[in-house]
């Protein structure tokens, strides 16, 4: 790994969809957001899927679970083979660049020597990028949505408050899979607010009947953190904001600018005008410093969440791009 560790018998979890063609060039590799997964199907559907944009009937599309998440790949909960027990609190800190590396080992194993189109926003977003910067003749076809090319203090803050939320439940010393569930409730609520945006909140939590204690923002936040609750674990939301605090396609490259004149691929970029946590002035410096990349600020309500909800804009971008 980057940090110089070694972490042994990974395992990678990833869906395909449709064929390769004969000379393989119509790959689609898609890069997930923070908490999401290899089936890419279930929560990017209007962009992927029969008769869609990327089709299997065309495509040959492949997404990848990666590495310190919870829904395939080697994570905290998988078994440490120094130990013969779960990783837990030892899972060692993993970095983009290791998760790119990930990806060569599975892309060499399936022998893909060319990526038609590599997509993703977000955390999806920057590992594509990180990807087209270390392996500049891979990716023909570059789509970064809301992304940037290093995590900001920011969005440092952001994380590192969500894991002082985590590290406040007192079950989180706990060496078992609910450890700390009450901490990623109160985690994720924090996260959401920098998904949307003031103006988000209130076109959609606005409280219809005028009464103390009865607000629609509240019983949204708690919605949300016990939802997510039901389908992750502390461990990897743990290890997955650690991933993203580690984006930086400028470390030991000399400079941000000069690892973005590294990327070949034609290369599209799209913000979010409401977007708070990846403001547009970050996909800006990215048009600025990658050479044929086109800019597309879309407008949304949405905030930073807007790359997922605002599909038909979207697809509309990627069409003419």
Excluded at 275 to 285: K, Y
Aim: a negative charge.
């Amino acid at each position: 790994m980057e940090s110089g560790k070694t972490l042994s018998k990974i395992e990678l979890c990833y869906s395909t969809y449709g064929k390769l063609n004969a000379d393989k060039s119509n790959v689609v590799w898609v890069c997930h957001a923070l908490t999401g997964d290899s089936n890419v199907f279930s929560w990017w559907g209007q962009l992927f899927g029969e008769q869609k944009l990327y089709n299997p009937e065309e495509h040959f599309v492949i997404c990848v679970n990666v590495l310190g998440s919870c829904y395939g790949s080697t994570g905290p909960l998988s078994i440490n083979p120094a130990t013969n027990t779960p990783y837990f609190h030892d899972f060692p800190e993993i970095s983009m660049r290791d998760i790119v590396a990930s990806f060569e080992l599975l892309r060499n194993h399936l022998v893909i020597n060319k990526i038609h189109t590599c997509i993703g926003g977000s955390l999806g977003g920057q590992q594509a990028l990180e990807w087209a910067v270390s392996n500049p003749d891979l990716i023909e076809n570059l789509i970064l949505m809301a992304t940037n090319a290093r995590t900001s203090p920011w969005g440092i803050a952001l994380n590192e408050t969500q894991r002082m939320a985590i590290c406040a439940d007192e079950t989180w010393k706990n060496q078992n899979e609910n450890a700390g569930l009450n901490g990623l409730k109160a985690a994720r609520a924090i996260a959401l607010l920098s998904y949307r945006s003031y103006t988000t909140y209130n076109e959609t939590q606005k409280d219809v009947i005028d009464a103390l204690g009865t607000y629609k923002a509240v019983s949204y936040q708690k919605y949300q953190g016990q939802k997510f609750s039901e389908r992750y674990n502390t461990f990897s939301y743990w290890a997955m904001t650690v991933i993203l605090d580690s984006h930086n396609v400028g470390r030991n490259r000399i400079s941000l600018e000069n690892a973005l004149s590294k990327v070949k691929s034609k290369t599209l970029i799209l913000g979010i005008s409401s977007d708070v946590l990846f403001p547009t002035e970050e996909q800006e410096f990215l048009a600025k410093h990658i050479k044929n990349a086109y800019l597309h600020i879309l407008d949304s309500l949405y905030g930073h969440d807007g790359f997922l909800m605002e599909s038909e804009k979207i697809i509309d971008v990627i069409k003419k791009f």
